[in-house]
């Protein structure tokens, strides 16, 4: 990305105050949750006194991320010491273990599968590096939950036959592509090995990739997404390969819709606000695949391009209307990382 499109201190702050804003805001919630009896009838910060807020858990969780990695980066930020403070109030054992137990319960094998689990190990992946006794104590309290759901990956790759190609929640390379995250940081060879295993399975042989996208409430570039996963999968001189085959083209803009933004015509319907999303998330990805070629290569200057107009298209957008603001920010981070 250009000088212009870089995480300055300003723009961490806006994020930092944004997050802060939702994540314990407990309504609207929509949550994913099946009711087995009466009693199951709760509230959401009853049944997850951690992740609660952000209209959604998953976007709680990586509202969290978020504020986990500009604390990080920018350690003297004004707003350092309420992050630490809402760390300290909810990075407990006890809440923790709440959230542990709600996943033991019948019918909750499925909950917030893949795309939750994915950043809850991302989470836990961020604060494995912070090098402060803050950061080490959320870490540990954070890592039975860690542990749950790499236990979960660990069950469900090996019956999962086919991989889920939408621009949605279930997208299984954007999953890969975060719990690989996490296996590195943690030293998960076990978790690493399964998550390369299944994307070499899924994806090595896709080739000349058409790219129907967007659709209507895309947030993830499907085509993108696995080849940011297949990034991450492969060795370097593997992938090279690999993507010459799945998108032939790039070097002449083709498929052109990955070249161009979504537009978005309504941020203050849920659905249609993922199309920020969308461009926010091809703009991570458009620069992460960028930096796999020299200098000397066109293509790397037709990613950076890409990546550049993809992220001016929604950045504005990731303090707006409530629909986008609860979990643009994070896509607009992962871009500028």
Request: with cysteine; net charge neutral; hydrophobic share 45%.
């Amino acid at each position: 990305m250009p000088a212009s499109a870089s995480l300055t201190p300003a723009l961490a702050r806006t994020f930092a105050r944004v997050a802060l804003s939702h994540v314990t805001q407990e309504y609207p919630n929509k949550l994913d949750h099946v009711l087995n009896k009466r009693a199951d009838l709760k509230t959401p910060s009853e049944l997850h006194p951690v992740f609660f807020g952000s209209f959604d858990w998953h976007s709680c969780v990586h509202g969290y991320w978020l504020l986990a990695t500009l604390l990080r980066l920018f350690p003297e930020m004004r707003e350092a010491g309420k992050i630490e403070e809402l760390f300290d109030a909810q990075f407990t054992s006890a809440k923790v273990r709440a959230e542990v137990r709600y996943l033991g319960q019948p019918l909750r094998a499925t909950f917030e599968r893949p795309y939750g689990w994915a950043w809850l190990l991302m989470l836990s992946a961020e604060l494995n590096r912070h090098a402060s006794t803050n950061g080490k104590r959320w870490s540990d309290v954070l890592t039975p939950l860690a542990d749950a759901f790499t236990q979960r990956f660990l069950d469900f790759l090996p019956k999962a036959t086919y991989p889920t190609r939408v621009g949605t929640h279930f997208n299984s390379a954007f999953a890969i592509t975060l719990a690989l995250e996490y296996a590195e940081v943690a030293s998960n060879d076990s978790l690493r090995k399964a998550l390369v295993k299944k994307a070499r399975a899924w994806y090595s042989k896709d080739s000349d990739c058409q790219a129907w996208e967007p659709g209507g409430d895309d947030f993830l570039s499907s085509a993108l997404m696995e080849a940011e996963c297949m990034r991450r999968a492969l060795k370097a001189s593997d992938f090279s390969g690999w993507l010459d085959r799945f998108l032939p083209r790039l070097a002449v803009r083709e498929p052109a819709t990955l070249f161009t933004p979504a537009i978005v015509s309504d941020h203050t319907d849920g659905k249609i606000a993922h199309l920020d999303g969308l461009n926010l998330s091809r703009a991570w990805c458009w620069r992460s695949i960028a930096g796999t070629w020299p200098t000397s290569d066109a293509r790397r200057g037709v990613a950076l391009e890409a990546a550049e107009i993809h992220f001016a298209a929604s950045l504005p957008h990731v303090a707006g209307d409530y629909m986008g603001a609860h979990w643009l920010a994070t896509f607009a981070l992962l871009a500028l990382l």
